[in-house]
């Protein structure tokens, strides 16, 4: 099956930098999302990385390593408004599951004042 | 305004009732998605229409019956569900099937079986 593991929590003062990880078994990849999932609400797109590399997107930055199958999320000048569940999802490439996204559990990050 | 609406936003229904949740989608996609959230578990892929044909059933139980009648639009029709359906359903949609595009969800329907 596919496996992809990311923290279930994380908490952070405002201000601050916080590095949310994951890291993913799968049986091909085509490329890996971010979400941002505030309570009650649609997860919304934050950042799509395919190749090696960081990702830069205003206070959102999101980092691939493919041989490693690894990436994290990096939110900058934290704010409360960041509070929020943060899913990783994995696109596969291949056969009966080309499209497919699987994601983890989510990461529920708090931002204290 | 997420592009994607769901009705209803909350729903209660007993074991033997039948219901129906629609989605509906403005982006002009042609890819649309059923997801089951519950809590502590990672969102689950329930169903695919690429194109307005059905090419994922992730072994969902009979008892959810999706619906697409056009590219804009996606049903999910509930009937004799079991307490551990209780949960959030999401819609999604895509530019196409093929995941290297973005889902752009709804907000989901919270449903609770009594």
């Known amino acids: 099956g596919q496996n992809i593991d990311q923290p279930t929590e994380m908490t952070a003062t405002e201000g601050a930098i916080v590095q949310i990880n994951c890291t993913y078994q799968?049986?091909?990849?085509?490329?890996l999302f971010w979400y941002q999932q505030h309570a009650g609400e649609a997860p919304t797109f934050l950042s799509y990385n395919v190749l090696d590399g960081l990702e830069e997107k205003g206070r959102f930055s999101s980092f691939l390593s493919r041989s490693k199958g690894y990436s994290y999320l990096l939110l900058k000048e934290l704010q409360m408004k960041d509070s929020a569940s943060y899913l990783c999802a994995v696109s596969l490439d291949r056969g009966s599951t080309l499209g497919r996204l699987y994601f983890g559990r989510g990461t529920q990050l708090t931002v204290w004042p | 305004e997420t592009g994607v609406t769901q009705t209803p936003r909350h729903l209660v229904m007993g074991m033997t009732n039948k219901k129906s949740l629609k989605c509906e989608q403005h982006?002009?996609?042609?890819?649309m998605y059923w997801y089951k959230q519950s809590a502590k578990k990672p969102l689950e892929l329930m169903f695919v229409y690429n194109f307005k044909e059905q090419t994922e059933n992730n072994s969902v139980p009979s008892r959810f019956s999706p619906e697409c009648p056009n590219s804009s639009h996606l049903f999910l029709h509930l009937h004799t569900l079991q307490p551990e359906d209780s949960a959030l359903y999401l819609c999604?949609?895509?530019?196409?099937?093929?995941?290297?595009?973005?889902?752009?969800f709804g907000d989901g329907t919270r449903l609770s079986i009594l």
């Open positions: 982006l002009g996609h042609n890819a």
């Open positions: 799968t049986s091909g990849f085509n490329g």
């Open positions: 999604a949609s895509s530019q196409d099937g093929t995941g290297d595009q973005p889902q752009h």
